[in-house]
């Protein structure tokens, strides 16, 4: 990695990591009840949505109650989605006189947006309106962000209380998320897009004359470009903060209209690890113990810079088949070098792989270049990440307590290694949170591999992919990781937009969301009602530089045991056919 990309990569990691302390601060007062003045104008609104949903503050839930209120939001919001979409063409705010999306289309979409996925099977300029694109998809990026942010809520809170039966409010905890810290930063954030040129209109296509009129291969002569707008901006602010990562538009985040210029890509790739990070620190102030959200977040890290690293450096090192034609692939005054293949010029190698490895750590999923296009180990990086649960950081609460699962198992693991009980926090961790726990961390794997295996072994599967060998694999499996750990992106040469594919991806996302939150309110209920253990000589301490490489390691071995002969067949066979 030459120094323009190492400055590069430093800068981005020292303002995330800089940013995590405030904004976690800022989210635990918000959680704790203690709204900050700066955001305190926005209280009349949590007022206003509790008086009209009869909600009381003071009600609290059990663990089953939580988690069931959390199933029912979300499946009432799957069914809205879905129904906007069948009835767009009847509804207003459709410019351009968009059809009805089809019934498998629409069921995909509808579960791909609930569960925080968002996965697109579909080109969103030319399918979705802008009522659908707002009030179905928009909506979904706040609310589906929040209720994951509520889970994790009740996670930390189980921690501190003791002998407890219950561990919150859903509503309210959702409707804090969404009113004092998706709706404020989205604002930010929308206005600074917008200065930067990303459009933000209710006005209808833009037509623009060619200087050059073309030709059609039906001889059919084009002297316009129809270009799409919208309402772009309030959508992609939220789409990054709420690691949602459905594009307005199908080039998603290396359209123009939707990132235009390197500070508006750095804002955007900022945004899909902030609150992510800030979480952490969330957790350690609830907890009273920063320690303990701070050894969070350096494990995140430790695994994050490698593949960070890996990614930017087999991209800048270029594709070994052009090398060996005599094309220069270099870094030069005249040409960014590496394999361009797939991005955009205006960011660069740096700003892609950046984001490639974000977007994947993170369940958002947003691109801003093409990782179908990228190098075999260049593209191992992104798929590898959604693979390893999507903890390195992962999705707005998903994330956190994803890796708290991981913590478990570890401490399990470490109390078994010393003949001690263990335990978190002055919480015991005994056999039901360990199983809990587990049904959490291998759901995922279970999901990803047979959604891939159902599809290389069926026509309709093996129709999708529109390459062949080790890369067409790779295409397949992509697919099923990224729907299996509710992550979004895909390797774009796959067609997805069929009856197979959109059936069985959302089958994979509906179980990868909820088969994991439910074991983890599960865990959260235990914890809740257990007593808190003084500290003594003998507990173990899981805020050190032994414990959080220990931490790391688990969540890696996890991994790697579970999809190294996969990516075997994948990336790596592709790694070695090419330098053959």
């Known amino acids: 990695m030459n120094p323009n990309n190492l400055i590069q990569a430093i800068f981005y990691m020292v303002v995330l990591i800089a940013l995590a302390k405030p904004l976690g601060l800022f989210m635990a007062k918000v959680y704790e009840g203690t709204i900050p003045g700066i955001v305190r104008w926005l209280s009349p609104i949590e007022r206003v949505i509790y008086r009209f949903c009869g909600i009381k503050e003071d009600d609290e839930m059990t663990w089953k109650t939580y988690a069931g209120t959390f199933l029912l939001f979300n499946m009432l919001s799957l069914v809205v989605v879905y129904l906007i979409q069948r009835f767009q063409r009847f509804l207003p705010l459709n410019p351009s006189g968009m059809k009805a999306v089809s019934p498998d289309s629409s069921f ?27 009030f179905a998809l928009a909506v979904q990026n706040f609310v589906s962000a929040a209720a994951g942010m509520a889970v994790m809520v009740a996670l930390i809170r189980a921690f501190v209380r003791k002998e407890s039966k219950t561990i919150g409010n859903f509503w309210v905890d959702l409707t804090r998320s969404t009113v004092y810290i998706f709706l404020p930063l989205s604002i930010v954030l929308a206005v600074f897009l917008v200065s930067q040129g990303v459009v933000q209109t209710f006005g209808p296509s833009v037509h623009a004359k060619l200087i050059l009129p073309l030709k059609a291969e039906d001889g059919t002569k084009i002297e316009e470009q129809v270009m799409a707008t919208g309402p772009v ?13 459905g594009g307005y538009f199908n080039a998603n985040s290396a359209a123009p209209f939707e990132n235009p210029t390197p500070f508006s890509n750095f804002l955007e790739m900022l945004s899909i690890l902030l609150i992510a990070a800030a979480v952490c620190y969330t957790f350690g102030v609830m907890v009273g113990n920063r320690r303990q959200g701070w050894a969070l977040l350096a494990a995140m890290t430790i695994l994050f810079l490698p593949f960070l690293y890996l990614a930017i450096d087999q991209e800048q090192q270029g594709n070994p088949v052009l090398a060996s034609m005599g094309i220069n692939q270099q870094a030069s005054p005249d040409q960014p070098g590496g394999n361009m293949e797939g991005k955009e010029a205006r960011y660069g190698i740096v700003s892609s792989g950046i984001w490639a490895a974000a977007t994947t750590a993170a369940s958002n999923g947003s691109v801003n270049s093409m990782h179908d296009s990228y190098t075999p180990l260049g593209g191992f990086v992104p798929m590898f990440l959604i693979q390893c649960s999507e903890v390195i950081y992962g999705g707005v609460g998903s994330g956190l307590y994803g890796m708290i699962m991981y913590l478990i198992v570890a401490v399990f693991a470490a109390g078994l290694m010393v003949g001690r009980t263990p335990e978190y926090l002055g919480k015991k961790i005994d056999s039901f949170e360990m199983k809990m726990a587990s049904i959490a961390i291998l759901v995922s794997p279970f999901i990803i591999l047979v959604g891939a295996s159902i599809a290389v072994i069926c026509a309709a599967g093996k129709a999708g992919p529109l390459n062949t060998g080790p890369h067409g694999f790779s295409e397949i499996l992509y697919a099923f990781s990224s729907a299996g750990n509710n992550n979004g992106s895909a390797f774009a040469g796959i067609s997805a937009n069929t009856p197979f594919y959109n059936i069985a991806l959302a089958i994979a996302m509906f179980g990868a969301r909820y088969w994991i939150a439910i074991p983890v ?45 996969v990516l075997a067949l994948g990336p790596v066979a592709e790694h070695l056919l090419i330098h053959n």
């Open 521 to 565: 309110l599960a865990v959260a209920g235990s914890i809740a009602a257990k007593k808190i253990v003084p500290a003594s000589a003998g507990t173990l301490p899981t805020h050190t530089p032994l414990f959080i490489l220990f931490l790391a390691g688990i969540v890696v071995m996890v991994g790697a045991l579970t999809f190294v002969p």
């Open 233 to 245: 901006a309030s959508q992609i602010a939220i789409k990054q903060l709420g690691t949602n990562g």
């Open 108 to 134: 995909n979409t509808a579960v791909s947006f609930a569960t925080n996925t968002n996965w697109q099977g579909y080109s969103g300029e030319s399918t979705m309106s802008y009522l659908t694109q707002m």
